[in-house]
């Protein structure tokens, strides 16, 4: 459970007892928020695939858009995750590594699947680099997402699939890869953080 759940949901349960001084039925809907709150931020153990050359998903969702992609200049092929109000919004690193650089851009609230979104809505852009390769993976906000949080700082390792961070709501995750990495996605597919495998970079094992 992410820390967060507890305050969310104490705030409901104090607001409960508050209204529900007057009427039990008004404590109702407050205690609904409050158990919604605390399911909202579950953080499940996943099983981390052990290759190093693999990239596993850093976020829970659907499978958006696979396709080229220009960033910065220089071409990659992204991979779009997108998270409804109903997914596990922990966020874990796709590969191993240390953390080269952070770059949070401020932008727009618009709905995390439009094709803009990529660039325009509000982001943290986070690059990692280890195991002879460098992943690029944007948090970017959505249209009820509000707050993005990133744990780690820029110099610091992470392992494989470890915890991140988070995106408050729905919000979407874009990877961004070497063009010679193999993608074992596809659009509609279903992804789970930490576990599931995006892509093999060359020289990994079957």
Do not use: C
Not at 20 to 49: N, Y
Not at 68 to 93: C, D, E, K, Y
Not at 133 to 154: C, D, E, M, S, Y
Request: aromatic share 10%; glycine share 10%; hydrophobic share 45%.
């Amino acid at each position: 459970m992410v820390r967060d759940g507890y305050l969310y949901a104490a705030g409901m349960i104090v607001v409960a007892l508050a209204v529900g001084w007057f009427s039990p039925w008004l404590a109702i809907p407050p205690l609904l928020l409050a158990g919604f709150f605390l399911w909202f931020f579950r953080d499940p153990d996943r099983r981390i695939p052990a290759d190093p050359f693999l990239v596993v998903s850093p976020a829970d969702g659907k499978v958006t858009d696979v396709s080229p992609f220009q960033s910065n200049g220089r071409a990659v092929t992204r991979i779009s995750i997108f998270l409804n109000v109903f997914n596990v919004h922990v966020n874990r690193s796709p590969i191993a590594g240390a953390i080269k650089q952070v770059q949070y851009q401020r932008g727009k609230f618009g709905n995390a699947m439009g094709a803009i979104s990529s660039e325009a809505n509000e982001q943290n852009i986070v690059t990692v680099e280890g195991e002879g390769h460098t992943v690029v993976f944007k948090q970017i906000a959505g249209l009820l997402a509000r707050r993005i949080v990133f744990n780690k700082a820029v110099g610091e390792t992470v392992t494989r699939g470890e915890r991140v961070g988070l995106i408050k709501f729905g919000s979407r995750v874009d990877v961004l890869l070497d063009p010679a990495a193999e993608v074992l996605v596809k659009v509609g597919d279903t992804v789970a953080g930490g576990s599931s495998i995006l892509a093999r970079h060359p020289g990994a094992s079957r």
